[in-house]
C-alpha cells in the first residue's frame, strides 16, 4: 500500500469491542480454540497450535500465545481486515494503539454488566506485553509464510538492520553481545530487578493467613522456590517429611524433581493433612492440595493467587504470589554456603545467568547501607569540625564535654 494511502486512523479514540473469545476445550488435541465473534473457529490459529504442539510446547503456552493472538484479531476486526491481508501498516498501527490506547475496559468475572475500570483510569499495555505479543504474531505470520496459507510478506518483520537474518547470526565470539532487538516494532523491555518481600512484612503477611493449608502453602513457597503451579503439581506420594522433599512437576520440561523444604512447612503440611482427615481422598495419586469449601475441590491456581491476595490486603502488603519465589532465590543465593549452581538447580533455570539475577542486591538492603553510609559521613564531619583544644585541658575532661565519653 502507497504511503498516500494509509488509512487515517485516530488510535486513542478508536473502540476495539470485546468480541470473539479463546476456548478451552478440554481436547487434549487441541486444547484452545480462537473463536470469532459469529462462533466459528480461527482456522489459522488452529493450525498454529498444531504445529507448536508438535514442537513441544506445553498448554499454558498455547493459551499464553492464543491470548496474545486474540488482542491481534480484535483489532482486525475493529479496523475490517482479514488476517491474510495485514500489511505492515496493520501491524505498525496495532502497536501504536497499544502503546496510545491502553487496556480496554473489561467487564467483572462475575457480573458481565459491571465494569471493572473506567476507560479514563485505564493503563496502558506493559512493554513485556507489548514485546511478547510483537514475538507471537510475528511467528505466527512466519509460520504461515513458509506453509505458504498467508501473506507473501510478514506483516511484523525484523529489525532493518538485519533482514532476512537472525539475532547475532555472525557474532565474534570474543566479543561481548550487544542488545539487539529482534522484531522491527518490538520495544525495548526495561530489565527489572526481582522483587521479593522482606523479612518483616513477610511475617506480617504470614501472621494473616487463616488456614493451616494456607500457612503450608506460603512456607513451601518461600523455602523451596517452587512457581505457583509446580506447588500445586505435588500428589501425596509426593512428600517425604523424613527426608525433608516434595516433588513437583517443573513447568517447562513436565519432569519430576525433588525440592528440599524448611521444617515448618512439614509441620504446616501435617497439621493441615489431620484438620482435614476424612474429608478428602486417600491416595498415592491424589492432589496434594484441596480447597478448605465444601465439597473438597482440588485447589487450582487462581484459588491460591486470591488466598494470597487477600492476606496481603489485611497485612497491608502489595507482594504477589511470585515474589515469594524470588524471595527464597535470594534467600538462597545470600548463603555463602550454597553454591550458585545448586540454587540454579533448585529454582530448575536452563541458564545460570537467569539465577545471577538474584546476586543482585535488594532494593531495601541498598537503602540501608547507603543510609547508614550518609550518618557515617555525618558523624565524621562532625569530628573534623569539633575545635581543637587550648593547651593545658585534660583530654578526659573534654571527652565528657562534648559527649564522646560517659561518666
Request: charged share 25%; net charge positive.
Amino acid at each position: 500500500m502507497d504511503q498516500m494511502e494509509e488509512p487515517a486512523r485516530d488510535l486513542v479514540a478508536m473502540i476495539v469491542p470485546q468480541v470473539g473469545h479463546l476456548a478451552r476445550t478440554g481436547d487434549a488435541c487441541d486444547p484452545y480454540r480462537l473463536v470469532d465473534p459469529d462462533g466459528a473457529v480461527v482456522e489459522a490459529v488452529t493450525e498454529y497450535f498444531r504445529d507448536l504442539q508438535a514442537a513441544g510446547r506445553s498448554t499454558a503456552t498455547l493459551r499464553s500465545y492464543g491470548l496474545d493472538l486474540l488482542r491481534w484479531f480484535r483489532f482486525l476486526w475493529a479496523v475490517d481486515i482479514r488476517w491474510s491481508w495485514a500489511t505492515r501498516v496493520e501491524a505498525r498501527d496495532f502497536c501504536r494503539w497499544m502503546l496510545v490506547a491502553g487496556k480496554p475496559p473489561r467487564s467483572h468475572w462475575r457480573d458481565r454488566s459491571k465494569t471493572v475500570t473506567p476507560r479514563s483510569t485505564v493503563e496502558a499495555y506493559a512493554p513485556s506485553v507489548r514485546a511478547h505479543c510483537e514475538t507471537v504474531l510475528r511467528c505466527f505470520y512466519e509460520f504461515h509464510l513458509s506453509a505458504g496459507s498467508g501473506p507473501i510478506i510478514n506483516p511484523f518483520p525484523l529489525a532493518r538492520r538485519r533482514q532476512g537474518g537472525r539475532a547475532h547470526a555472525h557474532h565474534n565470539p570474543i566479543e561481548p553481545f550487544r542488545n539487539e532487538r529482534s522484531g522491527l516494532y518490538r520495544p525495548k523491555v526495561p530489565s527489572r530487578v526481582p522483587r521479593s518481600v522482606p523479612d518483616e512484612e513477610f511475617n506480617e503477611i504470614f501472621a494473616k493467613l487463616p488456614s493451616h493449608r494456607d500457612r503450608a502453602l506460603v512456607a513451601f513457597y518461600v523455602s523451596t522456590g517452587a512457581r505457583a503451579s509446580e506447588l500445586l503439581s505435588a500428589t501425596l506420594a509426593g512428600v517425604a517429611p523424613g527426608r525433608q522433599l516434595i516433588t513437583v512437576v517443573r513447568k517447562g520440561t513436565r519432569e519430576l524433581q525433588e525440592l528440599p523444604a524448611s521444617t515448618d512447612a512439614f509441620v504446616w503440611l501435617r497439621l493441615y493433612q489431620v484438620e482435614m482427615e476424612g474429608l478428602i481422598p486417600k491416595g498415592r495419586r491424589q492432589p496434594l492440595w484441596w480447597t478448605l469449601r465444601r465439597p473438597v475441590r482440588p485447589l487450582t491456581y487462581h484459588a491460591v493467587h486470591r488466598m494470597f491476595e487477600r492476606a496481603g490486603e489485611a497485612a497491608g502488603s502489595t507482594a504477589t504470589l511470585h515474589s515469594l519465589r524470588h524471595t527464597a532465590a535470594y534467600r538462597m543465593a545470600e548463603d555463602p554456603a550454597l553454591p550458585l549452581t545448586d540454587v540454579q538447580f533448585v529454582l530448575g533455570h536452563a541458564l545460570l545467568t537467569t539465577t545471577q539475577i538474584y546476586l543482585t542486591p535488594r532494593k531495601e538492603e541498598v537503602i540501608r547501607r547507603v543510609l547508614a553510609h550518609h550518618a557515617e559521613q555525618t558523624r565524621q564531619a562532625a569530628e573534623r569540625a569539633r575545635p581543637a583544644p587550648a593547651p593545658g585541658y585534660p583530654p578526659e575532661t573534654l571527652e565528657v564535654l562534648f559527649g564522646s565519653r560517659t561518666t
